[in-house]
């Protein structure tokens, strides 16, 4: 860890104000700390400046870092998007909170949640943005959220009024613009407030906004050395739909835009339906833009090797394209703070709901408990509160524990997470967690990545992949980072191979994930 303890205000659950008392002297006034959690979708830290200088530029949130502490090793417990929430809200694990896939759940808005508690604690809540788990939000003052995905241009959203309404606009700013909103002209300012900025961006299929879709054609990106991995000894990974390369997988015309009349395209009909939800001057710059570059597709028709590096350079601009707006819109949130004073008040924290692909193993999409996928970004700054880096292993399970504990609230004892806040304080604490637990369930399903659980440490990592397989790995994280050489079996590593299953099956138990520990004895 490498820590410098901030000079400013005091932290551990209640903040040090200095409000001008009767007689003009500043008196100092103990008000909790509010918090500001903006979580977007999709996003990975390779492409953070902050995390990875290789591709993005993100001013903004490396703001966050500069005055406050980057996580090093910050992961999801469920890699894809209503799971991720699901543990967020209640620091529990997804046979704890019940939601285990996007795809047949339904979140259960009775059980607690890290939201209700604040707010019976006097808290301010609001959520807006994507929400994703079915039922509608409960344990917030204000919310407004998108049904399901929501869509980059013109969007609905869903107002605690129950109108289905669209908004003109491009999402990414509307969210913000929201959030804002509600931060200035409708919120209690007596009171501290927890706000949950959740953006769409930058989930599939990266539609940019029209003033930032010129971006990036200059660049030129090199395919990532284990782009064309052949998956040996790693029969799930072999298994998955989610290649670049593959035009099943990765849609020429959905996901990079080559939309012709006289071309086919799997997912040609999904891509109009977004079209049309553009406005006549929104459609005309898309075209304007886009146009040109189908020509030259259709004209140039690249085959092999050519066709996946043209189809991850369109992939890699259009991320990046979409991600000038969120940096941006980043940028707002955190001006507001500084000009109304808040940020001297306010925790800032920004994560994802999970990492992603961006070419690494050939792919796009998540799920995988394989390091891109499984990690996630993960900054935050607390007023006076700790900067650098801080490299625990630390999971978004935390979360509800670290804002309960700022907001001066006892944890419930079945939270599964462990509150950050000492280790925002800048403490090391000596008995920190050494290993962390997932399990992802949605299988059979979009992009068939197959049921697995794993533990893994700072230099290990044991998966199971079972229901339709029965396939353990085992991998050395320091001598093999991109997790090509699955170990498991091999006699010359059945020391770690030991201690992981031991490690395994202890956070099982400790987690009660009977499903877990049943499926060990395949
Ligand atoms: C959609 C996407 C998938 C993606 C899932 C889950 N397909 O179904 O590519 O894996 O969401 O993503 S799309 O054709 O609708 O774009 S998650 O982040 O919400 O979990
Ligand atoms: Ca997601």
Known sequence: MNLKQGTGLAVGGLATVLLTGCGGRPEPVMRPMNI???MTDDHTSQMMSCYDRRYASTPNLDRIVAEGVRFTNSYVANSLSGPSRACMLTGKHSHKNGFYDNTTCVFD???QTFPK?????????AV??????????TGFDHWEVVPGQGDYYNPLFITQAGDTLRNEGYITNLITDKSLHWLKEERDPSKPFCLLV?????????MADTCNLALYEDRTFELPETFFDAYEGRPAAAAQEMSIASDHDMDPVYDLKMLRNDKPGRLKAPYEHLLSRMNPDQRTAWDRFYEPLIE???????QGRARAEWKYNRYMRDYLKTLKSLDDNVGRLLDYLDESGLAETTLVVYTSDQGFYMGEHGWFDKRFMYEESYRTPLVMRLPGGARGDIDQMVQNIDYAPTFLELAGVAIPEDIQGVSLLPLLRGEEPADWRRSLYYHFYEYPAEHMVKRHYGVSTDRWKLIHFYNDINHWELYDLQADPHELHNLYSDPAFAAP???????LVRLQRQYDDTLGLRMNDL
Do not use: C, D
Not at 128 to 137: A, D, F, M
Not at 497 to 503: A, I, S, T
């Open 296 to 302: 030259e597709f259709y004209r140039t028709n690249p």
């Open 36 to 38: 500001l959690y903006i």
């Open 117 to 125: 508690l604040l707010q019976a604690a006097g808290y301010e809540t």
């Open 198 to 206: 959740h953006h769409k961006a930058q989930h599939r299929n990266w």
């Open 109 to 111: 808005g009775s059980q």
């Open 497 to 503: 191979q030991r201690e992981m299953l031991e490690e």
């Open 128 to 137: 807006v943005g994507k929400w994703h788990l079915e039922s509608l939000p």
